[in-house]
């Protein structure tokens, strides 16, 4: 079976350009994660490399299917400059690392928690997975291998996760979007929710 994640790492490059940093990071028994980092004018992008070496496995499985499997990579968008981001490399990387560790299947409409602030100072500890599509076209695979995608993640404050809970991620990009909510302010606040 082909190693996916230079075909992966490609596809990275040919959407968002050369990345100008990388960091890896390895959990006890876990594959290594690494997370790039790409700048487009005043945004910067983390994208993480590794979670899709492997499918993720349908956790009541008796057995993991080594070949079938929805395979996945992160990616979060936020503005340049404005708070340190940069430490957001080891809540990314526990989040990709996350299928192997606890036997999740990340999809969009999941939230995400890592317990702790994506970075310094930020209000935020979890993030919603969006649809992919928009940023980084799915990478298709031989099969019967399935396609790599590549899904955005939108940082939500504790409010918004609960309220996400009750009301469903749809109703919250809703809400974001009649309040016009700048989802790549790295230091925003909460978006109305009453």
Not at 169 to 182: C, I, M, P, S, V
């Amino acid at each position: 079976m082909a190693d996916v994640l230079p075909l992966v790492e490609a596809r990275l490059r040919t959407a968002l350009g050369e990345p100008d940093a990388r960091a890896a990071v390895t959990f006890l028994g876990t594959d290594r994660i690494e997370v790039l980092r790409f700048h487009e004018g005043d945004i910067v992008r983390y994208a993480t490399l590794g979670m899709s070496a492997q499918p993720m496995a349908d956790p009541t499985a008796v057995v993991a299917d080594p070949v079938k499997g929805p395979r996945v990579e992160l990616v979060l968008s936020v503005r340049a400059g404005v708070a340190d981001t940069d430490k957001v490399l080891r809540p990314l990387a526990v989040l990709a690392a996350s299928p192997q560790v606890e036997g999740v299947v990340v999809a969009p409409g999941a939230s995400l928690d890592v317990g702790e602030r994506l970075w310094p100072g930020a209000p935020f500890t979890s993030v919603l997975v969006a649809e992919p599509g928009g940023l980084v076209e799915d990478l298709e695979l031989d099969g019967p291998l399935d396609p790599v995608r590549f899904l955005p993640l939108l940082p939500m404050t504790p409010n918004e996760a609960a309220w996400k809970r009750v009301h469903g991620a749809q109703a919250l990009q809703e809400r974001w979007l009649n309040h016009g909510t700048d989802l790549r302010d790295p230091s925003r606040g909460s978006a109305p929710l009453d």
